[in-house]
């Protein structure tokens, strides 16, 4: 494939990844106070996102970008709540593993890697359009 | 996910399409078919840009798909023309020939 059209593809890949990202976070930060809805239940486990590079699709010398969904396997912080439907026999109750503050890094992240990937869209596309518009000037 | 857009590499088989009518009248591929092929192609890229806009709009697409697939019309067209105005200019250059 065209190398400048495969740098939108993969730019375009790239814009994908960091939207899930975005999805994730919200997710996460959506969820900071969901605690179980049974007595002794695990409250919300935090979702962590990773990224892979993979063989594209479209052109086998380039590589794409996969993206992988998991969860935080960290221990859930504790809460002395005894009116809380999810409370244990002690008036324990299990807060989900969410650093609010952490996700709030995360998607300050997420913004700039997905401006960049803009940036490269933008580039690739403009490269493209100028070598066409030599046609029309003499 | 879109149709092969007309390539770059294409603009050099039309300018050996017009060298090849105007020095020996060989056989082949005319430009007329040559354009004809090229406007399908083109028309199907076009089409995939209007779904596209469609889908955006009631949300079953991507912003980002969205704007690369009318980006890739807007490129197309502008590709289009250019050979367009090309010919055209070449056919006009003929007509003002010195008899």
């Known amino acids: 494939m065209n190398a400048l059209r495969m740098s939108i593809e993969v730019a375009a890949a790239g814009l994908h990844a960091q939207a899930e990202r975005v999805r994730?976070?919200?997710?996460?930060?959506?969820?900071?106070?969901?605690?179980?809805?049974?007595?002794?239940?695990?409250?919300?486990?935090?979702?962590?996102?990773?990224?892979?590079?993979?063989?594209?699709?479209?052109?086998?010398?380039?590589?794409?970008?996969?993206?992988?969904?998991?969860?935080?396997?960290?221990?859930?912080?504790?809460?002395?709540?005894?009116?809380?439907?999810?409370?244990?026999?002690?008036?324990?109750?299990?807060?989900?593993?969410?650093?609010?503050?952490?996700?709030?890094?995360?998607?300050?992240?997420a913004n700039h890697a997905y401006e960049a990937d803009l940036q490269m869209l933008k580039q690739a596309s403009g490269m493209i359009s100028t070598t066409i518009s030599m046609l029309r000037d003499n | 996910m879109l149709a092969p857009l007309a390539n770059i590499d294409t603009l050099k088989l039309a300018t050996s399409d017009v060298g090849g009518l105007v020095a020996a009248n060989t056989v082949g591929p005319d430009f007329a078919s040559y354009l004809k092929e090229r406007l399908v192609e083109n028309s199907d890229v076009l089409k995939a840009a209007e779904s596209a806009a469609s889908r955006g709009i009631r949300g079953e697409m991507s912003e980002a798909d969205v704007v690369q697939s009318i980006l890739a019309a807007q490129r197309s067209l502008q590709q289009m023309i250019g050979i367009r105005d090309r010919f055209v200019a070449s056919l006009q250059e003929i007509t003002r020939m010195a008899i």
Not at chain 1, 59 to 65: C, G
């Open chain 1, 24 to 109: 994730v976070v919200s997710e996460n930060i959506a969820n900071a106070h969901s605690v179980a809805a049974v007595a002794r239940g695990d409250p919300y486990r935090r979702k962590t996102i990773t990224f892979a590079s993979e063989l594209s699709r479209l052109d086998p010398a380039a590589r794409s970008l996969a993206v992988r969904i998991g969860t935080d396997s960290s221990p859930f912080g504790m809460e002395h709540d005894p009116g809380n439907p999810a409370a244990d026999a002690s008036g324990n109750v299990k807060k989900p593993n969410v650093n609010v503050l952490l996700e709030l890094a995360d998607m300050r992240e």
